[in-house]
């Protein structure tokens, strides 16, 4: 029998302490001709992650998973995140950082309606009317001929547009 130091394994409500006769640490080992072999938990978090849009923290992030026991319900936390990437708070860029989406459960969450109210430093921009953008290139047009023709009277450069207008 292999000698066991460095490493705990537990068998029948036993637990014994060691390391391979060749002094390695092992996770495994033969005893009494049966093989234990440890049972590998597979956590959701990289799945999780590579979901994630906003990838800050990601040690700190697992450490969190991991306290907080969300393989068991990581199925829910999959579906709270694709519901909160299709908001329009995220589509606007309003992104929490993963520490916060996990520390605050926002996965339990509903993503808020979309709103028509502007965040902060957001403007409202509309398409340009066909007037609105005759009248600014005529605009343009009379301040490149007042420029262009600094003696003339505002009259004379409204002439001049007309004259400009007729022969296009």
């Avoid at 398409?127 to 005529?138: F, V």
């Avoid at 003339?152 to 002439?159: C, D, H």
Wanted: hydrophobic content about 40%; some cysteine.
């Amino acid at each position: 029998m292999a000698s066991l130091r460095n490493y705990r394994l537990t068998v029948d409500w036993k637990t014994v302490d060691g390391e391979t006769a060749d002094g390695k640490s092992a996770l495994s080992n033969t005893i009494d001709n049966k093989t234990y072999e440890p049972t590998a938990r597979v956590s959701r978090f990289d799945e999780f992650w590579e979901a994630y849009p906003n990838k800050v923290g990601k040690r700190v992030c697992q450490h969190k998973w991991k306290t907080l026991r969300l393989d068991t319900v990581a199925a829910d936390v999959m579906a709270g995140l694709a519901r909160w990437k299709a908001s329009d708070r995220w589509a606007r860029g309003y992104i929490k950082d993963p520490l916060t989406f996990l520390n605050q459960e926002i996965w339990r969450e509903a993503p808020p309606l979309e709103i028509n109210s502007l965040g902060k430093g957001e403007i409202r921009v509309r398409d340009t009317t066909p007037a609105e953008a005759a009248e600014a290139a005529a605009t343009a047009t009379m301040l490149k001929l007042l420029r262009q023709h600094p003696g003339k009277s505002e009259a004379e450069i409204v002439e001049m547009m007309n004259q400009n207008r007729r022969a296009a």
